[in-house]
């Protein structure tokens, strides 16, 4: 069931992104809850089979970027689960949700670690669409919801 869940996260689905990453970790021993988790995102997929990923080209809608990141949600080692989206034409066309992989000691940082993840996409993003002959004209914005993550990423050096 994860698998089957894994490969329309990735292909086509970011909706269900984040429930697949925190089933997979149960996926050596999984509990009968987690079995219904898992359950409930397949029916979730087949009542939501008419909805897909739409692309607006005449909207003229630039590559946009979204990250946003928890602290220390996870009870059991306080990783924090932290993603990204970046859409272009109105429409998602990469995407991520993962477990950091060290622990973040505040809100900040944890921010501050996935937009450094999602500046890293976004480079490859804009290298890649340059190659397809689609070169970016702009800067991608590349938006975040914590002050302080922000302040560090547009402030090099900062005193402490």
Not at 136 to 149: E, K, M, R, Y
Request: charged fraction near 20%; aromatic fraction near 10%; charge should be negative.
């Amino acid at each position: 069931m994860i698998g089957t869940l894994l490969y329309a996260a990735l292909g086509t689905r970011p909706d269900i992104s984040y429930a697949v990453t925190r089933l997979s970790r149960y996926n050596q021993n999984p509990l009968a809850e987690h079995i219904n988790y898992a359950k409930y995102a397949l029916k979730y997929l087949v009542s939501t089979k008419d909805l897909r990923i739409c692309y607006d080209g005449s909207s003229n809608a630039g590559l946009i970027g979204y990250s946003d990141s928890d602290w220390a949600e996870d009870r059991d080692d306080h990783h924090a689960t932290s993603g990204h989206v970046f859409t272009m034409a109105n429409a998602a066309i990469s995407w991520v949700s993962r477990r950091q992989k060290t622990v973040a000691l505040s809100v900040g940082e944890a921010e501050y670690m996935e937009l450094s993840d999602a500046s890293r996409q976004n480079a490859w993003l804009q290298t890649f669409l340059t190659e397809i002959g689609f070169e970016p004209t702009d800067a991608t914005p590349l938006c975040g919801n914590n002050q302080s993550s922000i302040f560090f990423a547009v402030n090099h050096i900062v005193e402490r």
